[in-house]
């Protein structure tokens, strides 16, 4: 995962063995060397072999060698960089063959994730790929404004995405909530801006050398100039309240007024020098400049911004924010960057080398495209919403639907996942993108007619599992919760309930931004729970097949989940009694009770094939609704699929 572009499976094995040693040849830099021994670590540990060759340098250049790596040069992290590699694998031994050593990197992905049990030990199977990315943009953004998240999870998680050809890291450093780098020109930005929570020089340029290390591009992202409330904090005369002297750091979510001034030229002084610095740190050619969600309130309540507006000739203030933009993106350029921004940013006038994040929409992804932007794709990749992974998969960057010119489609880059961080901390952050932007990642990389979304899971299953390598804690972090909400008591009934919930879609867990603070505590049931039962999942596959076919062998799983549900509110409520911060999820608790008996009773009839009458019927929508009711901020996840049993119970009459 992701899919490669061409895979033909050979006869005969690769046995893994502990002699199994790497060589290279061609132009193999340190960075190949570095990834080849992280590469056998990981084999050995996949393994339990004590593999004799501990680490590669220079002495293995040559021929020899169970895995040759074959590179032409060594690869620039840049956009446009050749990725492809090939790789074959047969009896005789493992060869790979890439333009640059990125290509290189992922073939040693593809090797790791083949890696089966034989009737001797672990082996490869005989194969040949040829493979090379769909788009050349894949990224994962993380908010570390609104819960700074230390680098320890960023190296974790720049593992993760090396694991699935990710490419591009979008580090959202600055927001109402904070401001996460360390300034040396205006120190007072972090110092007031970030509650002591951000990231050192010496720590950004230790990311930006990790990610490299993975063929991962790091682009910086200072969102203004609205989401400045922590700038402002800190230099509150760069404001556009006329006279304001101070500013908070703000501690809900959602949009707030704080703007930066964009008639004032301290303004450009202070932004130039803070992104000229950086731009040193954060060597890669695009810069982002957020620009999103300012509704201008504090621009038009300020009488010297409107008269500057009215003499510039603006008639609105996008064309005001078109006109800051335009002076930073002249700024960046002297830098040698490119400006990204979110999609508001395309307005008329806006420089051709400008690069647009859509989010809103595909429309401004097509028409940044047509108009001849660089662009790519958030919308329909936003993790923090809590869809299925399904849903992600879903979305691609350049459906057949779009018209547009072969010129045109080169300009979409490909897309993001992004991981906005209001309800997520260190502790969680890994369960919110992993493993369902491994899907995303499949979507950016692969051919678009890779689309069987059963498949799909089936192989993000397998994922999940080895993304644990990396130290995330995506699998970890659910139980560690659950035993802190137990208290010592055996959390099995607690995880079978979890497993069969989902936190409450989009923004909905969180009303108006306020019920939670950026202090609030985010280790309670919802944080427990994933965006994508497996549970759900297979019950309702099973379901299906049953509904379809009442000898079909699911049914007699449909009847024990149903029955584990039922008692399971038993066992738990005897924690719940003893845990106050279980209380929360009592009528969840006996919801699961009251809709797996319906469920019960609904299997039942159908097999029998008999039709309800009308007071069964009655009772059961009140338990189905009742059922659909939110407990610790989650919901039920297989209460659709029960419905659907019910409903199948009543025959529908069809006249003519
Ligand atoms: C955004 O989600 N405000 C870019």
Same mark, same amino acid.
């Given at each position: 995962m992701p899919v490669p572009q061409e895979v033909s499976l050979q006869s005969g094995t690769f046995a893994l063995k502990k002699d199994f040693r790497i060589s290279l040849s061609g132009e193999p830099d340190q960075r190949i060397l570095q990834a080849s021994t992280r590469f056998l670590r990981r084999l050995s540990n996949r393994t339990g072999l004590f593999l004799k060759q501990g680490y590669v340098t220079d002495t293995n250049f040559g021929k020899g060698g169970s895995l040759h790596i074959h590179v032409n040069?060594?690869?620039?992290?840049?956009?446009?960089?050749?990725?492809?590699?090939?790789?074959?694998?047969s009896r005789s031994g493992i060869r790979v063959e890439a333009e640059t050593d990125l290509g290189a990197m992922h073939a040693m992905e593809t090797i790791l994730q083949l890696i089966e049990s034989g009737e001797s030990g672990y082996q490869l199977p005989g194969i040949e790929i040829t493979d090379s990315p769909r788009f050349p943009?894949?990224?994962?953004?993380?908010?570390?404004?609104?819960?700074?998240?230390?680098?320890?999870?960023?190296?974790?998680?720049?593992?993760?995405?090396?694991?699935?050809?990710?490419?591009?890291?979008?580090?959202?450093?600055?927001?109402?909530?904070?401001?996460?780098?360390?300034?040396?020109?205006?120190?007072?930005?972090?110092?007031?801006?970030?509650?002591?929570?951000?990231?050192?020089?010496?720590?950004?340029?230790t990311i930006v050398r990790y990610a490299a290390d993975r063929g991962i591009r790091v682009v910086p992202e200072f969102d203004v100039p609205g989401h400045a409330s922590s700038w402002l904090a800190a230099m509150?005369?760069?404001?556009?309240?006329?006279?304001?002297?101070?500013?908070?750091?703000?501690?809900?979510?959602g949009i707030f007024d704080p703007t930066l001034d964009p008639t004032n030229e301290k303004t450009y002084e202070v932004l130039a020098a803070v992104f000229k610095e950086m731009a040193e740190i954060f060597t890669d050619e695009y810069f982002h400049i957020g620009g999103d969600e300012n509704e201008g309130r504090h621009w038009d309540a300020n009488k010297r911004i409107q008269a500057f507006k009215n003499e510039k000739g603006f008639k609105d203030n996008h064309a005001l924010q078109n006109y800051f933009n335009t002076r930073l993106l002249t700024h960046l350029e002297s830098y040698g960057k490119r400006m990204v921004g979110w999609d508001e940013i395309l307005q008329p006038g806006l420089p051709k080398s400008a690069v647009i994040q859509s989010w809103r929409g595909i429309d401004a992804l097509v028409n940044s495209a047509q108009q001849g932007y660089q662009t790519f794709l958030s919308n329909g990749f936003y993790i923090d919403l809590m869809h299925t992974a399904v849903n992600h998969y879903k979305t691609d960057p350049l459906p057949d639907s779009v018209s547009l010119t072969d010129e045109q489609r080169k300009l979409i880059l490909g897309g993001e996942a992004t991981m906005w961080a209001e309800l997520v901390i260190p502790h969680t952050v890994d369960s919110r993108?992993?493993?369902?932007?491994?899907?995303?990642?499949?979507?950016?990389?692969?051919?678009?007619?890779?689309?069987? /979304?059963?498949?799909?899971?089936?192989?993000?299953?397998?994922? *999940?599992? %080895? &993304?644990? !390598?990396?130290?995330? =804690?995506?699998?970890?972090?659910?139980?560690?919760?659950?035993?802190?909400?137990?208290?010592?008591?055996?959390?099995?009934?607690?995880?079978?309930?979890n497993n069969i919930t989902g936190p409450l879609q989009r923004y909905t867990r969180n009303p108006g931004g306020t019920m939670y603070q950026s202090y609030s505590p985010f280790t309670l049931w919802a944080d427990a729970a994933v965006a994508d039962s497996e549970t759900a999942r297979k019950f309702d596959s099973a379901v299906q097949a049953y509904l379809n076919d009442k000898n079909a062998k699911?049914?007699?799983?449909?009847?024990?989940?149903?029955?584990?549900?039922?008692?399971?509110?038993?066992?738990?409520?005897?924690?719940?009694? /003893?845990?106050?911060m279980l209380k929360e999820i009592e009528?969840? *608790?006996? %919801? &699961?009770? !009251?809709?797996?008996? =319906?469920?019960?009773?609904?299997?039942?009839?159908?097999?029998k094939n008999e039709t309800p009458d009308?007071?069964?019927?009655?009772e059961a929508e009140k338990v189905l609704k009742k059922a659909r009711l939110q407990g610790g901020r989650t919901e039920l996840m297989n209460v659709n699929t029960i419905e659907q049993i019910v409903r199948s119970l009543v025959k529908v009459e069809t006249g003519n």
């Open positions: 040069r060594p690869g620039e992290v840049r956009l446009h960089e050749d990725e492809s590699y090939t790789l074959d694998i943009w894949r990224g994962l953004m993380m908010d570390v404004a609104r819960h700074f998240q230390p680098i320890e999870v960023i190296k974790r998680n720049i593992d993760g995405m090396a694991a699935v050809k990710m490419n591009v890291l979008h580090l959202h450093l600055t927001d109402d909530q904070g401001f996460r780098v360390e300034s040396k020109s205006y120190p007072v930005l972090h110092q007031k801006g970030s509650d002591g929570q951000y990231f050192t020089q010496t720590e950004l340029r509150p005369e760069l404001g556009s309240v006329e006279g304001k002297k101070s500013y908070e750091i703000e501690r809900n979510a993108i992993w493993p369902r932007t491994a899907a995303i990642a499949e979507r950016l990389w692969s051919a678009q007619d890779v689309n069987d /979304v059963e498949d799909m899971y089936r192989r993000l299953e397998i994922m *999940s599992l %080895q &993304l644990e !390598e990396h130290g995330l =804690l995506h699998i970890a972090s659910r139980d560690q919760i659950l035993r802190k909400l137990a208290g010592g008591h055996d959390i099995a009934p607690l995880q079978t309930l699911s049914g007699d799983y449909i009847k024990d989940q149903l029955l584990i549900w039922y008692e399971n509110h038993e066992a738990l409520s005897k924690i719940i009694r /003893v845990s106050p009528g969840l *608790s006996e %919801q &699961l009770m !009251e809709v797996s008996e =319906l469920g019960m009773q609904a299997v039942y009839l159908f097999e009308l007071n069964w019927l009655s």
